[in-house]
Each structure stands twice: as structure tokens, then as C-alpha cells.
């Protein structure tokens, strides 16, 4: 199984990037789809989730309004839309594919975003 996310980067403040997840060697429609992300000196924390087939979605409260998180099963790629940039956004950035509670899980190698001007 390998999830290898891309899209990160240097963005100034209020600017724009989209994130893509794309998972292989599973059979990813069964699988929620979520991100998280690790600042310097803190606990990774969820960022939104996605769930399998009925698609449920929920964000941080941290994100709610600024992005947006989709997903294509034909493609096995889970998206990322982040806008309105916020230097507090800075943090790699990781998917996960989860399952049983957690259970089945796989962990992307995480992208760095990085919001500074």
C-alpha cells in the first residue's frame, strides 16, 4: 500500500494551494480518506475527513470555511483545497486511509505547506 501525497509548498498569506493524496495497493473507495497535519513542536491533529462511499465530510474548526476536502474514486485521489492561507496553516501536511475504526490504516510520508511572506 503506498498514499503519496504532493501539492505542498511556500504560498504568502491568503494565497492558495490544492493537495492531492494518491493511494495505491488498496481497494480505496471502502476506505475513509482523511488529512491531518503536524506543526513544529506539536500533535498532529485532524484537519477533515472524508468518508467511503457516502462521502461524509467533516473539517476543524481551525478550517471550516477555508478548506475544502474531495475525493475521486475513479482515481483513487484525495484532494486538499486550501484557501485563504494562514501563516497558523504552516505544518506538513499527511493523509491517511482509515478503516475498523482505525484499525487498517496507512499513513502518506506527509508534504510541507508553508505560509510566510
Known amino acids: 500500500v503506498q498514499l503519496v501525497e504532493s501539492g505542498g509548498g511556500l504560498v504568502q498569506p491568503g494565497g492558495s494551494l490544492r493537495l492531492s493524496c494518491a493511494a495505491s495497493?488498496?481497494?480505496?473507495?471502502?476506505?475513509?480518506m482523511i488529512w491531518y497535519r503536524q506543526a513544529p513542536g506539536k500533535e498532529r491533529e485532524l484537519v477533515a475527513r472524508i468518508g467511503s462511499r457516502e462521502g461524509s465530510i467533516l473539517y476543524a474548526d481551525s478550517v471550516k470555511g477555508r478548506f475544502s476536502i474531495s475525493r475521486d474514486n475513479a482515481k483513487n485521489t484525495v484532494y486538499l483545497q486550501m484557501n485563504s492561507l494562514k501563516p497558523e496553516d504552516t505544518a506538513v501536511y499527511y493523509c491517511?486511509?482509515?478503516?475498523?475504526?482505525?484499525?487498517?490504516?496507512?499513513w502518506g510520508q506527509g508534504t510541507q505547506v508553508t505560509v510566510s511572506s
Open positions: 491517511k486511509a482509515s478503516r475498523i475504526a482505525g484499525l487498517d490504516s496507512y
Open positions: 495497493g488498496l481497494t480505496f473507495s471502502i476506505y475513509d
